[in-house]
């Protein structure tokens, strides 16, 4: 699996969408975002994407 890594800042098209995440994996976030000179939802959206290009597919779960 490739590794997790953060982008540079660039501006790209958003909706905006309300979604409910636990305390504690908001503040690895929060942390996280702080320490890469990010902003929270820059991070939120990398590990989202990074978590869907990694997602396994139906036939490589039958393997």
């Known amino acids: ?12 098209q958003s ?3 309300t979604i409910r995440i636990k305390f504690a ?15 929270v939802n820059r991070v939120i959206n990398e590990c989202i994407e990074f978590a869907l290009k990694n997602l396994e597919s139906k036939s490589e779960k039958a393997d």
């Open 1 to 12: 699996m490739e590794k997790f890594k953060l982008p540079s800042n660039e501006d790209e």
């Open 25 to 39: 994996t908001l503040k690895q976030i929060e942390e996280l975002a702080k320490e890469s000179n990010l902003s």
């Open 15 to 17: 909706v905006l969408k």
